[in-house]
């Protein structure tokens, strides 16, 4: 579960986990023996978000023309 | 009907041959006469609409089974248009339009070069808006039937939308203000922005804004963007229409539509993933939606530390009170065996010292009942055994003595019966022969020797003679 | 005979005494010689004898009350 | 017999003499010349037994008081 | 019997031959010349129970309190 | 039964025995005999049962305050 | 029981299993003779249970600084 995000993630889905691991918390349904690994989650959780977010998308500008590559070049 | 009239008579009054001029102003004054106070409502459809310096020229017919049977030019002068376009919020000039259906007030005028006219006075933009609307409806309508109405909604608009395609018309200011309401806000400006600038208003503008609408969706953007800064009602018409509606509806990109109005909304506002009023709203709930999504995941976080922190706090707090509880049962255990032990040897105390009391008093109970037992035989003795018997003693001595006294003076008493001594002394005498009472001696009295006794002499003499009594 | 009586006499011989005396008075057979003398002598015994029952009772008192008369109020 | 009596003698036994002094009395086999002798005889009986009991009493209150006297006031 | 008591007595024993003596003087069948010597040997039971009790206390004091009392003040 | 205690004797089962010999005195079902006798018992269980709970005591101190005395305040 | 934990303890068993003592010893139903080793198990599962707080608590500390204190506050 600490391992690495799946760098496919939506940033809604990556959000609802989040939010998910807070309710966990909230409810308290989570145990000490979890809490350090649920916390790590997390963290990847919001740093997988913020980096999507303030990435600068070079990348994107080659996939924004995606479908069509050649035919426009934003 | 009144021209003809007119007519009839100055034709029938002499075969005077006017003037035109004079005619036409004969027809000028009549028409002023009889109709210059007079308003008329009149529904017209426009055929031709034209301005020039401001005034406004419509030709104005009427038709009715696809055939034309009325036809009327108008006109609206600049003043008075102002005041109308005025109180319809700038409306009128799109009211004024080929095709449009209107109600207008006017008042009948004849001009002797123009000729017959109509002044339009009044303008009353319902019938024409109505005409909109139910055109609005049909398309509405359509739409639903063909499926097409909630297509945009089944599409879901991403948590951040970073890549916008932006179709509008580039020098407007609805334009330039999404675009700097999107790039400089102090929330999130990491926008990407495709532009597609197309007309919004006029002929071309259906056409253009569907072209843009397809172009758009090649691109690998999050969002299609229809903006129009603002305009009148009548202009808004071009988003009523079927086509637009259409392909923003089939568009496989969600489109935010930004179509300024106030009221009103258009059909591509309805059939959009989104609308709002302005094109600043869209873009600010763009940079919002980050902003938001932003704050979430920050809150998230910020609840995921600070609850965790808490729990790992609160487990302490509760571990800590453990531990003391631990210490404080366990010492008050300990304190109780050993208060339980002082007890213990306190009640053997006062055991020991009650049962060798008991032992004590039961030894002095003992030894006084000893003593007591033991006076009370003595007294016991006392009173009775001895004293009783040395009365008995007493008694039947005394008894005895008593006893002995009566008889003896029983005794005394027949002693004293017997005593002849008594009779003696009065002069009785006892006389015996040998020691025989002679009245009991029966022997020989004669001769026998008497012994006579008297008080004072012991007589002895000789019985000479004897005689019996008879 | 008729002279005073032996202080030893016992009282049942005074009495037996005293009751021949009476008895031969009551028979009569007493000799006119000796009556006077017999009477006198039943005097004397009589009185002999109540003296001799008036001395026992004194004593038999004595006896037993003297000492006690105010020493104990038995 | 009216001497002194035996001081060995047992207080049931002089009890005993003094009864059959009673029952001598009783059945009046005694005559006057005995009868203060035998009275003496009682009394010196039951003052010997008088004095029996007293000496014990004495005796007993010696041997239950004395050193509880003092000693504890119980 | 009113000799010194045996030493190896048992308190037991001397309480219950103390007991036999009240009873019998209770009934009242002691005569008077034992009755001294009864009590007198009641009076001996009692001391020598007196002296048991008096040393068996002494001892469970030495037994208890010397290193109780002082110890620990709880 | 005054001889020294089985040093396998359980705290509990000394208590246990303590207290029965209290409850024997408050009975008074202990005669004068073996009185002092059973309080040697008692004092035997009695410090038994201290020293266990002193050595206990002393234990848990060990345990709890060494490695804290200077850590945290436990 | 004394023995060293099972270093698979899982902390909220660490806790129950601390609780339990501490409920046994607030009821008072942990005999003398197996306090102290209740209480060294306490002992081990407090440290075991503060450890594993501590190392959360680190653990969680270094997953939010270290990349976190000079990147950005978002």
Known sequence: ?74 | MLIFTAEDEELEDKRNIFSLHALNQSLERFIRDKFALKNYWVIAEITKAQEKNGHHYLELADSKDGKRVAEMSANMWFSTFNRVDNQLNGELRTIFKHGNKVLINVRIEFHPIYGLKLNILDVDPTITYGELEKQKKETIERLKKEGLYNLQQELKLPAIIKKVALIGSQNTSGYRDFLSELLENRIYTNFKVKEFSVSVQGDRAAKEVIKAIIDAQAYNVDVIVIVRGGGSKMDLNVFNGYEIAKTIAESRIPIITGIGHETDDVVADLVANKYEITPTAVAKFLYVRAGVFRNDLQTAFDSVLKISQQLIAANKDEFTHTSKYLVHYTQNLIREHNNLIKDSIHQLHIGVTELIESERSKLELNLSKVGNNAKNTIALKKSTELNSRLDMIHLLSINSIERSKIGLNNLAELLMLLNPEELLKKGYTISTINNVDLVNYDGELKDATLKTLSSQHLITSKIIDVKNHE
């Not at chain 1, 940033?11 to 690994?37: F, S, T, W």
């Open chain 1, 1 to 74: 579960m600490t391992a690495k995000l799946d760098p496919k993630l939506k940033y809604d889905e990556a959000l609802e986990q989040l939010q998910e691991i807070v309710h966990l918390l909230e409810r308290k349904e989570i145990n000490i023996d979890d809490l350090a690994g649920k916390v790590k989650q997390a963290k990847l959780l919001v740093d997988f978000c913020r980096e999507k977010l303030d990435s600068t998308e070079e990348e994107i500008n080659k996939i924004i023309s995606p479908n069509d590559g050649e035919e426009k070049p934003f």
